[in-house]
């Protein structure tokens, strides 16, 4: 009954790779959103999706590219890894938007070596 | 300066104790805010939305000042299962802006 769950959750890869995390939300949610919680536990908002369409994406690089293929299911391809890139990724999800609580899925850490 | 200031701690508080946390916002145009927790390896989750005129939820109670740009969270006899990183949250232009957190602990 897990309302938002990633995959992977440890995510160990070396630079250059091309990687791709997925989220899935079954909370029957409109709006969903890509976080990232870097080494210093900042979380930064990177994109967020709304009935599939995006809303926000937040001057992240064009390496990251979400794809949204149904209002369940945002998933987060990231080409060409690089160092900085390491930190631990959080789905989130909310009814429709910021206005309500976010849930967020367990995240998934990623180290590039 | 980031958007949303807390003082990281760590606060070390022993259990029963009543501690408080502030945090600060610097874009007047921040429409909402909240406190979220977040224990050591895992999610965010929401503690408590903060209003205008101030709201408790058991042994926790928040506050806002609007004119300062000043959100308190104050958490009454504390239990070891509080110990935590707590997260000052504000809404602005559809966004959350998350502060960097304040860490407790509590010990017996």
């Known amino acids: 009954d897990t309302a938002v769950s990633q995959t992977p959750k440890y995510l160990v890869t070396q630079m250059g790779n091309d990687k791709s995390i997925k989220c899935e939300q079954n909370?029957?949610?409109?709006?969903m959103y890509w976080y990232k919680q870097d080494s210093k536990k900042f979380l930064k908002i990177m994109f967020s999706?709304?009935?599939?369409?995006?809303?926000i994406n937040e001057t992240v690089p064009n390496r990251f590219s979400p794809k949204s293929p149904d209002k369940a299911h945002l998933n987060l391809h990231i080409n060409s890894l690089e160092l900085g890139d390491s930190a631990v990724y959080f789905c989130?999800?909310?009814?429709?938007?910021?206005?309500?609580?976010?849930?967020f899925g367990p995240g998934t850490r990623l180290t590039v070596t | 300066r980031k958007e949303v200031e807390q003082d990281p701690g760590p606060f070390n508080v022993p259990e029963g104790a009543t501690v408080a946390f502030n945090c600060t916002y610097s874009?007047?145009?921040?429409?909402?805010f909240f406190w979220y927790r977040q224990d050591c390896r895992k999610e965010p989750k929401l503690l408590m939305s903060?209003?205008?005129s101030g709201n408790e939820d058991g042994r926790f109670t928040a506050q806002l000042n609007r004119a300062s740009q000043y959100i308190s969270l104050l958490i009454r006899d504390s239990k070891l299962s509080d110990s935590a990183t707590y997260l000052c949250v504000v809404k602005r232009d559809d966004k959350l802006i998350f502060g960097t957190g304040t860490r407790l602990q509590v010990f017996p």
């Open positions: 999706y709304n009935n599939k369409e995006l809303i």
């Open positions: 909370l029957g949610h409109d709006t």
């Open positions: 874009n007047s145009a921040s429409q909402s």
């Open positions: 903060v209003y205008s």
């Open positions: 989130a999800s909310s009814p429709r938007d910021t206005s309500y609580e976010q849930y």
